[in-house]
């Protein structure tokens, strides 16, 4: 089955009870058994309700998974997956990745002495000097947020494999649409449903998927015990928003290749960093993991200042000034202050996040629409 077919049908059958297309929104916190411990596969809704079972069966089938666990955020399907380590266990994340993701590492898990290493993992040099006897997950988001690095995941997760090491690839960025990283050996793919899954900015929701025994059992204990699950009305609209991830992801990237070519030839911009240049360090790996380039662009400007960047967020007229990303409406960021303003100025730096990077989220709109409003902007 390909991709555009599993989008509507994968794991997904009619209601059995009415024969309902779509599956219902079942509403409800608990479910009657028939005898104590005997019930039809449900008996409380923080532990399983049946939309959100579609959902995590759509997701799998995504993702070429056996199975998925959805949770209630990205951040909450982020902290399941640290939870199955322990005090002395250590991380190789990037130096560049989702701000929130940084927070989560430094500010809950470092004090219960996990310990974390923050390189370029586009260096594969870098991530075997950073590797110790107590190394135990490789933390991989690619392309990353906002530098749209491109890290070469079947190089990393052979790594991991070869000293038995987890590996676990933030695939938001790309959406099962254009990347699949089980395929390319890592052991879970986690989403922030949030975005280009749901795709129109209405639900918070996050999912890991995996066929990897150890972290399944992990991941449902943490549903059971810790509780962090997406209601069953955000559990409906991603599997809507699921249903056209094909089409609006490609009319996404479609835009998003226009205004790179644009911003890489406009006088007041330094960099435009957009995996589908050929200018990008790792064009050629994304051509290789990547079904096309992703609708994410980042670009820096000449007079690099927070306001320069600030002054020209605030003339664009269809672009809206938010966070987020990967909903059928364009949207433009400043990671310095925005979704990265957790992250310290000189880890920023070092990492080469500079004050005037803009992030923008290529929406559907008309792309010659976008490309004006971008320009009036300077």
């Excluded at 949770?71 to 005090?87: E, W, Y």
């Excluded at 000097?129 to 906002?146: F, G």
């Excluded at 979704?339 to 920023?348: C, D, F, L, Q, Y």
Aim: charged content about 25%.
């Amino acid at each position: 089955m390909k991709f555009n077919t599993k989008a509507i049908h994968a794991g997904q059958k009619p209601e059995e009870t009415s024969g309902a297309v779509m599956p219902p929104i079942f509403q409800t916190s608990t479910y009657a058994q028939q005898a104590p411990n005997v019930n039809k596969g449900y008996d409380y809704a923080r532990v399983g309700n049946p939309t959100r079972t579609a959902l995590e069966k759509l997701i799998a089938g995504l993702e070429n998974a056996d199975e998925c666990a959805c949770f209630s955020s990205g951040c909450a399907a982020m902290d399941a997956v640290m939870k199955m380590l322990r005090p002395g266990d250590h991380v190789i994340a990037s130096n560049d990745l989702y701000g929130g993701t940084y927070r989560l590492f430094t500010q809950v898990f470092e004090p219960y002495n996990i310990d974390f290493s923050f390189i370029d993992m586009t260096n594969p040099d870098e991530v075997e000097k950073a590797k110790t006897d107590q190394t135990r997950l490789l933390w991989i988001e690619t392309p990353t947020n906002p530098l749209l690095r491109v890290v070469d995941i079947d190089a990393l997760t052979n790594f991991a494999k070869d000293n038995d090491i987890l590996s676990v690839v933030d695939n938001t960025f790309a959406s099962p649409y254009l990347q699949n990283p089980l395929n390319l050996g890592a052991d879970a793919v986690l989403h922030s449903t949030t975005k280009y899954l749901g795709g129109h900015s209405d639900i918070i929701g996050g999912a890991v998927a995996t066929s990897h025994k150890e972290i399944l059992e992990n991941l449902r204990f943490q549903v059971k015990t810790t509780g962090a699950v997406p209601g069953p009305m955000d559990c409906y609209l991603t599997l809507r928003g699921i249903k056209t991830l094909h089409v609006r992801v490609e009319r996404s990237v479609e835009n998003a290749k226009h205004i790179a070519e644009f911003l890489d030839s406009h006088p007041d911009v330094d960099e435009v960093r957009y995996p589908g240049l050929e200018s990008h360090p790792q064009h050629e790996i994304a051509k290789k993991q990547m079904k096309d380039f992703g609708a994410m662009v980042s670009f820096s400007l000449k007079d690099d200042s927070i306001e320069k960047a600030t002054q020209y967020m605030s003339n664009t007229k269809i672009f809206t000034l938010a966070e987020s990303l990967g909903g059928v409406e364009s949207l433009i960021s400043h990671p310095a202050s925005m979704t990265h303003g957790s992250i310290p100025k000189e880890v920023r730096e070092k990492a080469g996040l500079k004050d005037s990077l803009i992030r923008l989220s290529i929406g559907i709109e008309d792309g010659e629409d976008l490309i004006e409003d971008l320009a009036q902007a300077f």
